[in-house]
């Protein structure tokens, strides 16, 4: 029988292979449905002191989302920077706001009044994705 770690990649063997559901506490799917991709999470000043029990239960990663998320960032940018599933940042995020230590907030709308999207946003947007 083969162990499901082989046929990776030897150059990655400096990373620990954690299981996302190790991170999580075994959960696979975020209690929260207001999390998309695009939600700017925040984290509270002082929320850290503020956690009581709930810091013995805080991963490493909880840490580093709260380090992030000095300034706002949507879920997709923590998500990236953890270099994790999505649905597992929403998880570890909905943690964060559940002990009070994060905030969550839907994207400004960057309509005008009369529906169309701002131009030189989409400009912006064009002239970005073409230097990737």
Not at 31 to 53: A, F, M, N, P
Request: aromatic fraction near 4%; glycine fraction near 10%.
């Amino acid at each position: 029988m083969k162990h499901w770690t082989e046929g990776f990649d030897d150059d990655d063997a400096d990373e620990p292979l954690v299981r996302p559901y190790t991170i999580t506490g075994g959960r696979t799917a975020p209690e929260r449905d207001d999390l998309t991709l695009i939600t700017l999470v925040t984290s509270i000043s002082g929320g850290s002191s503020q956690i009581g029990r709930g810091l013995r239960r805080m991963q490493p990663e909880h840490r580093t989302i709260l380090t992030l998320c000095e300034r706002p960032l949507a879920v997709a940018e923590v998500a990236s920077a953890l270099n994790l599933p999505v649905s597992v940042t929403k998880i570890l995020i909905g943690d964060l706001i559940e002990n009070g230590q994060m905030r969550a907030r839907p994207p400004l709308a960057f309509a005008q009044a009369g529906g169309a999207p701002d131009v030189t946003i989409l400009e912006a947007v064009r002239d970005g994705l073409r230097k990737l």
